[in-house]
């Protein structure tokens, strides 16, 4: 028996007495401890657990907010891309998939790309939205990081990359993949112009993403507990035949194996990424 549905809901229902149902989305169970969060309350908590501290997924809209100073900034069209290239069909139509996604996020695609102020720093920011496919790189996410290269040098600021990927999109096949080296050039891009790039490693972080772009900040961030890395861990394990160490694959293994500059919590971000930028252009 599920005692908020079954208990709680009904009772607060027939307390309103005839007033519309208590919505089905008031609560959220916290995936790391299994506590049930009220939305306002974790809303108000930046989607942190407050009991464990479990930073749970937000879109990349969220993100665009919680970064820029008073949640303003400008969003950076990004240039239109071949949709369906290989005229991809699974269970589904990838045309048809892309729709449905794109009616699901209110998204064109799994990035967005921002332009504002981190404490009084102008900066551009790229974010990437898990919900959106898994937030899989294809064409458009691979374009959309070019043109946030190409703004952040022609403006002359940082660029700061949010991922939160399974990796290369299949549905687009080679050209996914494609993208690897192209997201790898755009950095090069910024080492030439030596602007700042910062990369701040959420959950999670995985695949074609990882093993490009993701990885070549000048300074990494990550969030607490996220899962970082190329593979699964049951595929490593089953392809080198041992058992993998405690907490293979999260932030904290990352930083204490030297692949990690630092782990901030959400509400810490916005200072500590504007610091940075003002130690960097001291």
Known sequence: MNWLTEYVRPKLNKFLK???????????????????????????????????????????????EMLFDNA?????????????????KDSKKYSDRLK????????????????????????????FDFTFMGGSMGLFVGEGLVTAAQRAVNKKVPLIVI??????????????????PRTTVAVQMLRQKKLPYIVLLTDPTTGGVSASFAMLGDITIAEPKATIGFAGARVIEETIRE????????????????????????????????????????
């Open 72 to 88: 303003h900034f400008e969003l950076i069209d990004l240039p239109e891309v071949l949709e369906d290239p290989l005229k991809f």
């Open 163 to 180: 991922p939160a990927s399974g990796g290369a999109r299949m549905q687009e096949g080679i050209l996914s993949l494609m993208q690897m």
């Open 100 to 127: 449905t996604y794109r009616e699901k996020t209110n998204n064109q695609d799994a990035l967005l790309v921002g332009e504002g102020k981190i404490k009084g720093h102008l900066a551009v920011v790229a974010a």
């Open 18 to 64: 005839g007033d519309s149902p208590i919505p089905e989305n008031l609560w959220q169970r916290c995936p790391g401890c299994g506590e049930m969060l009220f939305h306002r309350d974790l809303g108000e908590n930046l989607y942190v657990c407050h009991h464990c501290n479990h930073h749970l997924r937000i879109s990349a809209q969220q993100r665009l």
């Open 243 to 282: 058992k993998l160490p405690e907490g293979f694959q999260t932030s904290e293994y990352l930083l204490d194996h030297g692949m990690v500059d630092c782990i901030v919590n959400r509400k810490d971000l916005p200072k500590t990424i504007g610091t940075l930028i003002s130690m960097i252009n001291a």
